[in-house]
């Protein structure tokens, strides 16, 4: 379902859908809480974004060992992210605009392709720190969301394409090694405070859309 005038909760008697693998209800009008989808653990892909009637938390989700992609952007649900650390075969995670707060996990899954969190309020949170880890992170937003900390060596995320995290308090120093990531289209640090220090090689910084 997509883009449609379906509207109220998800039934509690979608649990029973045992062989479930793809759940997606974007932009329509649901409304309520998710958490009967937690109980189904074939589920690879929930997608609930644009509800904004959805609320709730992601409490019981680490149950969805098999989930690889969740979207759950612009939705009205709150709680912490603290269950993403269990889901090791996570590789997609949208929750731009919920109302999420921290903090996130100390260990983020290496599976991770691409994370957004844009303007997800996550002040005084303190970064992962095995961010350095997500080898095979292609699009990282971390925009808006008042993390704290200090900058792991991210010299190793050689797919990057997108790394968004302005508007945060990170210290540290950019790694040299961010100068080989070819494919990278956007970098956006600013807004860090004087205690980020910009080491790296002049040129390897690269701003635009994508």
Request: include cysteine.
């Amino acid at each position: 379902m997509y883009n449609t005038q379906i509207s109220g909760p998800v039934p509690s008697s979608y649990s029973n859908l045992q062989s479930l693998q793809t759940f997606k209800a974007e932009n329509c009008l649901l409304d309520g809480d998710i958490s009967a989808l937690y109980a189904i653990p074939t589920l690879k892909t929930l997608s609930v974004s644009g509800n904004a009637g959805i609320s709730g938390s992601l409490e019981g989700a680490a149950s969805l060992t098999n989930l690889e992609e969740l979207y759950v952007s612009e939705t009205s649900m709150t709680g912490t992210l603290e269950d993403l650390g269990a889901m090791s075969k996570l590789r997609m995670f949208g929750a731009a605009e919920a109302g999420f707060t921290g903090p996130l996990p100390e260990s983020l899954p290496v599976s991770l392709v691409e994370i957004d969190l844009t303007n997800v309020p996550l002040n005084d949170t303190a970064i992962p720190t095995n961010l350095g880890s997500l080898t095979n992170i292609q699009k990282l937003r971390f925009t808006n969301n008042g993390l704290t900390g200090e900058l792991p060596d991210i010299g190793a995320w050689t797919s990057a394409i997108v790394v968004d995290m302005a508007n945060n308090r990170i210290s540290g120093v950019l790694p040299e090694a961010i100068g080989t990531w070819t494919s990278c289209k956007r970098l956006t640090i600013p807004n860090c405070g004087k205690s980020l220090k910009h080491d790296a090689p002049r040129g390897s910084f690269l701003s635009g859309g994508a």
